[in-house]
């Protein structure tokens, strides 16, 4: 039977692991809370300023009120299908070859490769884009900003490519080959769709990555007054405005700077949400 | 997978075709001195010939003088003239000569953001300088206070401002510091990128503008019309003939009015310091520069036609936003020069 | 998993191994070089990237040797360049941007990985990864606007007045500098330190655990001394990781740290990092040696985070593996 006297050392322990407990519950509460007041800052800020001219119409000379950031709109828009059309082929047909075609340790090869690419900084694949593309052209151009975003892109898509196609079952590759199947026409038809869910996640999120980088294009894709017609011109990019209007003195500039922070925001975020839901559905259609 | 792929190739053919319009688009980029008056300039130029697009980005004299040379823009500008170096290295890289063509004249002013103190400062060459090498400190020091009597100036910390990207308007301020001061000048020289000893950079003359905005007790550098635009505090500098001269207009011009009659054929001179009673010491020309031989024939002809129409028409625009004109004797001499332009 | 060594037999092959015409007309062999191509173009783009940055510094390189890493000055007039105040500014910068976001971050985890209800944990757990997407530009965004003024006026005074006596805290209050783009960074990999941790805790055993609980423990105490101690490797991968990412922030970075190129003791002095001075000084470096100076520290923040990313790894496998051994 338990002495009904209270040993003071586990009242300490006790309430410690109360209050050390709470604690790590309001770091979860602060975490949580950075986003909010990012989105919060963004929309108010950002909101009112968000209206018809910020869409349509190009930027006002220096100093002068009004104007918009229909340019950068289209510019990153540009950007991302470009770098898209670039980077996803490349990881996805990557992707394809570790995961189906394997051997001679080709394996371990790309895969460092792809590593290194991931963590190296933007800006350091900047350069690379510049004295690539930029230099020899003599041309700041859509081209070189959409190869440098694009090459940010490969990584994620390899290596989700490469697992997602793993996880598709033996069982259906076999069927596949069991009925006279090729095996590439097998991948073709049988696993890539199987795996097709995960690959889209998977890119999406890689281009909701490169939505929001500015550094590498700083030297690649520069900037522009005007409409960029075609590829080889320099072109205005959203993270690249905001950036410019940020650092500058006007005020008008800061409050489209707000603005077309809250739109990327809403772009990231958007493309990210449905890629989650791209997963889930997946999932949830495999279990069905 | 298909869907995304065709949407894809539809934005690009979008891109490609719907927009590779008639319009020449013409690139350059440089100083953010005369950035107001060029972003004008290229507006209206625009607005009368829609078929000529030019596309300015402010990036900075060192920038501006570094894309041109590597080609990657059509024509750079700076605040600071090319030296011997820079230029021999623009013909060995691309086999032609660099010309320089002064667009307006301008003036760097010390703007400062001090609490409760709204006069206008006067500042003597040495103070300046000792500001910006950080032996002077605080803004009651007796260098300030002397020549400032009745001003109450605080016992605060000065914050220094400068730029952190390659600068014209750094050129032209460290300029004027290594004439008058020979500690500056052994120190720190003069060029568009210096070893600051004190301060903080900010980008561009927006950067060190907002900068200062934005900092109690900050002091920086910046173009008069970015002073004036942003409703800054701007101070008086002692020139050459002891007198204390707020930038404008009139002191910009009669700096650069002895420099006229004397301008070299290439265009390439320094009125700081320049002598006279009303001359504002730290005046300047500001560049365009514009590669000799221009193969693109229509890019070439649109270019001259912008510099014709810059050196006319354009020169209107250049009071309204507190640039001054350049001298007629220049103008005539320029004219001549644009058929340098193959 | 199908290997290229054990096919399985389709119908209407022959007996034995498939022959190379028969593979060939059925596009297995294209298909294979095809993709094989492809993930080639990986290692050669990773392959031009390092080389690139080794041969477009071999100016600096020749002119500097090693002395680059250790010389403070950056002087563009005079043409002598040195990496050191730029190394130091990242590696402070990372520094407080680590001992701000790890002890948050690690409690987050804990909370979420040992404490709260599942449902509670699978929604926080999105939220802060949604904040791994803001990208770095709008962190900047909101550094310049929001977080600048808050230190200027208000957080800078206040750790001058309670702890100006240490060399840390003295120096004007400027809002930009050293302090600020490490709180920015901070906020910026706490998602990543968050997330990572949360999974290596969850992979620790339970019977690790259970059986602390059993021996009379707390929560806490089950939680602190057996639980984040098992998963000590993989925490330090996150930080690793974390770190690696700190290391090549450029945008918020430049937005608020002064850019100004020097060593000092006070966290309230501006400074400047190896990825802010090249995004503002690369497309003006006026002379072939100032560019070969920048490219030069592009490959020695391309080295400080290959190491990193490396170690990490490392170590977020070997925890993983640990976890797997015990539960076998």
């Known amino acids: ?288 | 997978m298909k869907r995304f792929t065709g949407f894809a190739l539809a934005l690009l053919a979008l891109g490609a075709i719907a927009l590779a319009q008639n319009s020449l688009l013409i690139n350059g980029a440089g100083a953010t001195f005369p950035y107001p008056a060029y972003s004008k300039w290229f507006d209206v130029y625009h607005k009368e010939k829609p078929a000529i697009q030019i596309n300015y980005q402010s990036v900075g004299s060192g920038a501006g003088i570094r894309q041109v040379t590597e080609g990657t823009v059509d024509f750079g500008a700076s605040d600071g003239p090319m030296n011997d170096e820079q230029l021999k290295a623009f013909t060995e890289k691309r086999g032609t000569e660099i010309l320089h063509f002064p667009t307006v004249l301008g003036a760097d002013v010390p703007t400062y953001n001090i609490p409760g103190v709204s006069a206008e400062l006067n500042f003597t060459p040495d103070a300046l300088a000792g500001i910006f090498l950080g032996s002077i400190t605080k803004w009651n020091d007796p260098a300030i206070a002397s020549v400032n009597k009745g001003v109450n100036l605080p016992a605060a910390d000065i914050l220094v401002v400068h730029r952190s990207d390659g600068s014209g308007t750094t050129y032209i301020w460290t300029d004027y510091l290594s004439k008058v001061s020979e500690t500056w000048n052994s120190k720190v020289g003069k060029g568009t990128s210096v070893n600051w000893p004190v301060g903080l950079g900010g980008k561009g003359n927006e950067g060190v503008a907002g900068l200062v905005k934005q900092t109690p007790y900050a002091i920086g550098y910046v173009e008069l019309i970015y002073a004036v635009q942003n409703k800054m505090s701007y101070g008086k500098i002692k020139n050459s003939a002891g007198v204390f001269i707020k930038a404008d207009l009139a002191g910009v011009s009669a700096a650069a009015a002895g420099a006229a009659k004397t301008m070299p054929e290439d265009f390439r001179v320094s009125i700081t310091n320049a002598p006279g009673k009303t001359a504002y010491p730290v005046s300047s020309f500001t560049w365009l520069l514009i590669p000799a031989r221009i193969q693109d024939a229509a890019k070439r002809d649109a270019i001259k036609g912008f510099l014709h129409w810059m050196l006319t028409d354009g020169q209107n625009y250049a009071e309204g936003l507190a640039y001054a004109k350049l001298p007629k004797e220049v103008v005539v001499k320029e004219l001549k020069a644009i058929s340098k332009i193959q | 998993m199908p290997e290229n060594n054990n096919p399985v037999r389709g119908a209407g092959s022959s007996s034995g191994p498939r022959s190379l015409v028969s593979r060939l007309r059925q596009g297995d062999e294209i298909a294979r070089l095809i993709t094989l191509l492809f993930a080639a173009s990986v290692v050669l783009i990773a392959l031009a990237i390092v080389y690139q940055l080794w041969a477009d510094s071999a100016l600096s390189r020749h002119r500097f040797g090693l002395r680059f890493l250790v010389t403070s000055v950056w002087d563009p007039v005079f043409e002598q360049f040195g990496a050191l105040p730029f190394i130091y500014g990242t590696l402070l910068t990372s520094a407080v941007a680590l001992l701000l976001a790890v002890p948050l971050g690690l409690g987050a985890a804990i909370f979420l990985a040992e404490l709260a209800p599942q449902r509670i944990s699978t929604v926080c757990t999105f939220f802060i990864e949604l904040l791994a997407a803001v990208p770095s530009v709008i962190y900047g965004l909101l550094g310049v606007f929001v977080l600048v003024p808050l230190m200027r006026q208000d957080v800078q005074p206040f750790l001058k007045s309670t702890l100006g006596f240490l060399p840390l805290f003295t120096g004007p209050a400027y809002g930009v500098g050293f302090l600020t783009a490490g709180i920015v960074l901070a906020l910026m990999i706490l998602p990543f330190i968050i997330s990572v941790s949360r999974e290596v805790l969850l992979s620790v055993p339970r019977d690790q655990r259970e059986a602390a609980l059993a021996l009379g423990s707390t929560r806490w105490e089950s939680t602190w001394r057996v639980v984040v101690p098992f998963a000590r490797t993989g925490i330090f991968g996150s930080v690793f990781l974390a770190l690696a990412r700190a290391l090549g922030e450029t945008m918020a970075v430049t937005m608020v740290i002064g850019n100004t190129p020097q060593i000092a003791a006070s966290l309230f002095a501006p400074g400047y990092t190896i990825a802010a001075v090249i995004a503002n000084e690369f497309t003006e470096a006026t002379s072939d040696l100032y560019l070969h100076a920048l490219i030069e520290l592009g490959l020695v923040l391309f080295l400080l985070t290959f190491i990193l990313n490396g170690l990490a790894r490392l170590l977020i496998l070997l925890t993983e593996r640990k976890g797997a051994e015990v539960r076998a």
């Not at chain 1, 590439?184 to 097709?196: E, K, M």
């Not at chain 1, 995960?198 to 900037?223: K, M, Q």
């Not at chain 1, 080889?232 to 410019?244: D, E, F, G, K």
């Open chain 1, 1 to 288: 039977m338990m002495t009904s006297r209270i040993n003071p050392r586990l009242l300490w322990r006790k309430s410690l692991s109360a209050v050390m407990l709470s604690l790590t519950g309001v770091c979860a509460v602060v975490a949580v809370s950075v986003l909010f007041l990012i989105l919060g800052y963004l929309v108010i800020h950002g909101g009112r300023s968000v209206n018809w001219d910020f869409f349509t119409k190009l930027p006002a000379p220096v100093g002068e009120l009004g104007g918009g950031m229909a340019n950068a709109i289209l510019g990153s828009a540009k950007l991302l299908a470009l770098a898209s059309l670039i980077g996803v082929p490349i990881g996805l047909m990557g992707g394809v070859h570790l995961a189906e075609f394997e051997g001679h340790g080709i394996g371990f090869v790309v895969r460092y490769a792809a590593d290194l690419l991931n963590g190296t900084p933007s800006i350091v694949i900047g350069i690379f884009a510049y004295a690539l593309l930029v230099l020899p052209f003599k041309h700041f151009s859509t081209f070189s900003g959409a190869f440098a975003l694009g090459i940010m892109m490969i990584p994620i898509t390899l290596r989700s490519t490469e697992e997602f196609l793993r996880a598709v079952p033996l069982a259906l590759r076999e069927g596949a080959l069991a009925l006279g199947a090729s095996k590439s026409r097998a991948i073709l038809t049988v696993v890539l769709p199987a795996a097709y869910r995960g690959i889209l996640t998977a890119v999406l999120l890689a281009l909701a990555r490169v939505a929001g980088e500015t550094a590498p294009l700083l030297f690649t894709a520069f900037s522009n007054r005007f409409w960029s017609p075609g590829w080889n011109q320099p072109t205005a990019s959203l993270p690249v405005m905001i950036y410019t209007y940020a650092v500058s003195p006007y005020d008008d500039w800061h409050r489209q700077a707000w603005a077309a922070g809250l739109l990327l925001l809403g772009l990231v975020l958007v493309i990210n949400l449905l890629a989650r839901v791209v997963l889930l559905r997946g999932a949830a259609a495999r279990r069905s």
